[in-house]
């Protein structure tokens, strides 16, 4: 199968796992009229990022986004990437605990949630040192046997669905472009490891682009759902409105009795993934920024994993993660504008040097 393809299916995987859960009550916080021109506003900025940082990738064909900052001088390298790391291990163990948080309430009301996190970080870090390969066509499984009940769990889900607690459709005005609930919002993106992935195959952004169609689908139905099922003033109130919205609908033809168990099962594959990536791209940073002859990438990968593991652990309850999620989204941000626009503005420095080169 094409590594194009089997990138696109973990671009949507990935953005899947990071957005399930908080960015629907996100964008109930942020207004309470014309949530599609949120999302769509939301995915329009992404994209534009997205199309910056593919267009610098081209210019360094099989190379990463640790190679490009390396060419930039190990100083910089590591100022922007060893954050980066520090980051990367806060989503795995705040990810980790969310989904531990969310498999409990589903299915193991009396389990503590160390042995599901124990579970859970144990599969993710065998896959990551399994490489990106192993990644790639478990992505390709995952998406394959998930996505298509997914998308009969949201079509089946409009049964319930009153369509009056959609108006009033349009929003009066812009403002939610200033609010700082946007801002978090446009953490809730998983674009950044395709810089890591680019030394495989070359990017391109036509591939990237049907991929994130997709994600913009799933994106208005994990609004949508919940704001039809329960309304505006409801689903505010509401924590996972998502889980919530789907765990009202009862198909006794399904062959779980409640669609939430579905949800939270494919919930678990969807982690597992995106944080096995994340997990093996601080394995690559360590490994190829600090070239230390007796460390591997798979023993930074094992560190980092029990260091993840250990802050999921400390995290004191959920009202704790979901705050430590909305900070984390804002240091995302942060580094979806400096790696994308870093990356281009190099690559605009390196074609102006060789034409220069030429002339002369």
């Known amino acids: 199968m094409s590594l194009k393809l089997q990138i696109g299916f973990i671009f949507i995987i990935m953005y899947l796992s990071l957005n399930h859960l908080f960015y629907p009550d996100l964008i109930f916080q942020l207004t309470n009229s014309g949530h599609w021109e949120v999302v769509l506003c939301q995915g ?9 940082y593919i267009k610098g990738l081209s210019y360094f064909p099989q190379q990463d986004v640790i190679d490009i900052y390396l060419k930039m001088g190990k100083p910089v390298a590591f100022i922007l990437l060893i954050p980066f790391v520090i980051f990367l291990t806060a989503i795995v163990a705040l990810n980790n605990r969310l989904h531990t948080e969310v498999i409990i309430s589903i299915f193991l009301s009396r389990t503590p949630s160390w042995p599901v996190l124990v579970l859970l970080i144990f599969v993710t870090t065998y896959i990551a040192l399994s490489g990106l390969g192993t990644i790639l066509r478990s992505s390709f499984f995952i998406f394959f046997l998930i996505i298509p009940m997914i998308v009969l769990v949201y079509f089946t889900s409009f049964i319930n669905t009153d369509w009056y607690n959609a108006s009033p459709v349009w929003h009066p005005s812009l403002d939610f472009l200033i609010n700082k609930k946007f801002f978090y919002l446009m953490g809730f993106s998983a ?17 990237i682009f049907l991929a994130w169609v997709c994600v913009m689908f799933f994106f208005l139905s994990s609004v949508y759902i919940p704001l039809l099922i329960f309304g505006q003033e409801s689903a505010i109130t509401l924590t996972f409105s998502m889980v919530r919205a789907i765990y009202t609908v009862d198909l006794n033809w399904f062959f779980l009795n409640k669609q939430s168990m579905f949800l939270g099962l494919s919930q678990i594959g969807f982690t597992i993934i995106l944080n096995a990536v994340l997990l093996w791209i601080i394995g690559r940073i360590m490994h190829k920024m600090l070239r230390w002859k007796k460390a591997k990438a798979s023993y930074w990968i094992i560190a980092f994993s029990v260091v993840a593991f250990i802050c999921a652990l400390l995290v004191p309850s959920l009202s704790w993660l979901e705050k430590s999620f909305l900070w984390s989204g804002g240091a995302n941000v942060y580094f979806m504008i400096i790696i994308p626009f870093s990356t281009y503005i190099y690559s605009f420095v390196m074609k102006r040097g060789t034409a220069c080169d030429e002339k002369g």
């Open 191 to 207: 674009f950044l490891p395709l810089g890591f992935m680019a030394y495989k195959t070359k990017l391109t952004f036509g591939s």
């Open 44 to 52: 329009l900025l992404q994209l534009f990022l997205i199309w910056i």
